[in-house]
């Protein structure tokens, strides 16, 4: 029984002794080798030699060892593409970092033993290389070629009717998933892929009878019904049910919002697509045909600050709305981008003549005499309209030479910023090439009869055309 007793009490006394050897390792595995940036001797990462490396270095050299192949697509036993691998991104920072301790303690007792590490950590692809995109967008589109593109269903929100456009079964290739495959098999260090093409055949996510389809019928019709019209003219645009559901969303208690930056985004796109002022016309002249007069002060513009405000008020009331936009100027009457009408004063600048429609008929011509080409002083060109209209004027202004002079008219007719047309009863002949060497101050020059006669049926606001 003594015997006994000795004997377990020498076996507990060795396994302390064992125990405590054993702790003394671990502490010593874990401060030598998990908290140290250096990895030991006789590592193998992925069969690539990492000994006494730093992790950092490791992580480059598997990284350029990886980098170095090329990713082979074969069928039926020939290569079809050979793919570099060249500047590809990996994630396996946090595996190196971990690779002794994920081993375990065991495989650091069989390397106490003069047996290697040998690990294995995925090379998990995060982004191809320019090499590998540009190629692979290549080869894609070669298989591609003469195929007909899969296409989801979806719910035609260009009108209110909401029809529901089905889905198209193609042959192309679906990019994406030949791409997640490729990736996992180099994470895995397979470089070989042998294709086969029904396999990355392109089928559709959403079809007529998807959830997503009912969900988003019911959407539309609940909350994209709305139409809000402007009116420019005879010409209408109505906001598509598409581009109401890129400006609104519903908040988490189900209430509809505007985006504010997406209202201000379509207004600035209808504002680009209508405003007139300043704009470059084409116009039908009386002896050229159409031509393009060049900029001016007449038009329409639209206020963009107080249209998006009135915008979003519209939209948040969910009514039916046609309407003029906000302008901060406006034209006499519009039919889209046409702006000048009938009525209007035609200015040939080249001709020396002018002539005024009325309701689309020539009711008055003239002759005149325009600005100065020699002196600089040439009549601006462009479409305006006529600002006022005033008897017994005085002109002030400043010559060539720095003098002021002053010129007394009976007719003063102005269109823009000191320039319009007058009566000129100190000239004897009007027309012809005068204005080249002897022209106005950039006024239009009329006979005063003549001028007379326009004063009496030119109304303020009528659009006058100049040009050369």
């Known amino acids: ?39 030991p001797d006789n590592v193998f990462i992925n069969g690539i030699d990492c000994s006494e490396m730093t992790k950092k270095d490791a992580r480059k050299k598997l990284v350029n060892e990886w980098n170095s192949n090329s990713f082979e697509i074969t069928s039926q036993g020939e290569c079809i593409e050979s793919i570099p691998l060249s500047g590809m991104k990996y994630t396996i920072t946090e595996n190196i970092r971990s690779c002794i301790s994920d081993a375990g303690f065991f495989a650091y007792l069989r390397h106490l033993a003069g047996k290697p590490y040998e690990i294995s950590i995925p090379m998990t692809v ?28 979806y719910v035609d929100m260009s009108t209110t009717d909401f029809n529901v456009v089905a889905e198209i079964y193609g042959d192309n290739v679906d990019r994406k998933l030949l791409r997640s495959s490729i990736y996992s098999m180099i994470s895995e260090g397979t470089m070989t892929l042998d294709y086969n093409r029904d ?38 645009i109505t906001i598509t049910p598409a581009e109401l559901n890129d400006m ?10 505007v985006d504010s930056k997406k209202v201000r985004e379509y207004v600035d796109r209808l504002a680009y697509d209508t405003d007139t002022y300043g704009s470059n016309r084409v116009f039908r002249s009386t002896n050229r045909g159409d031509i393009t007069v060049y900029g001016g002060a007449y038009g329409y513009l639209i206020d963009r600050d107080a249209e998006t405000k009135q915008l979003s008020k519209d939209l948040i009331s969910g009514n039916d709305v046609t309407r003029e936009p906000e302008y901060i100027y406006r034209g006499n009457g519009r039919n889209g981008r046409d702006d000048i009408g009938s009525t209007y004063l ?27 080409l020699k002196d600089g002083t040439g009549t601006i060109v462009g479409t305006y309209s006529l600002a006022y209209k005033e008897r017994d004027a005085t002109l002030k202004g400043e010559n060539v030479d720095g003098t002021d002079y002053e010129s007394e008219v009976e007719y003063w007719m102005p269109f823009w910023n000191g320039y319009g ?47 050369y």
């Open 248 to 257: 609104i969303y519903l908040t988490e208690s189900g209430d509809v919002a």
């Open 199 to 236: 396999d990355f055949i392109d089928v559709p996510d959403i079809t007529t009878d998807s959830r997503e389809i009912e969900e988003q019928l019911e959407y539309c019709n609940t909350y994209l019904k709305e139409k809000i019209t402007y009116e420019f003219g005879g010409t209408e």
């Open 346 to 372: 035609e200015i040939d600048l080249s001709a020396q003549k002018l002539w005024y429609y009325q309701s689309g008929r020539i009711i008055f011509t003239s002759e005149f005499v325009s600005g100065n």
């Open 1 to 39: 029984m003594k015997k006994t007793k000795k004997i377990l009490l020498i076996v507990i006394i060795l396994l302390l002794i064992l125990l405590i050897a054993l702790l003394g390792m671990c502490r010593s595995y874990s401060s030598k080798y998990l908290e140290s940036d250096t990895l």
């Open 421 to 467: 047309l007058h009566d000129a009863p100190w000239r004897d002949e009007f027309g012809g090439t005068i204005y080249k060497t002897n022209g106005s101050h950039g006024c239009i020059n009329l006979p005063p009869e003549k001028a007379e006669q326009l004063f009496s049926i030119i109304k303020t606001h009528d659009i006058i055309v100049i040009y």
């Open 126 to 153: 995060r982004s191809g290389g320019k090499a590998f995109n540009s190629e692979y967008k290549a080869f894609c589109d070669r298989l591609d070629e003469g195929t007909t593109h899969t296409e989801d269903a």
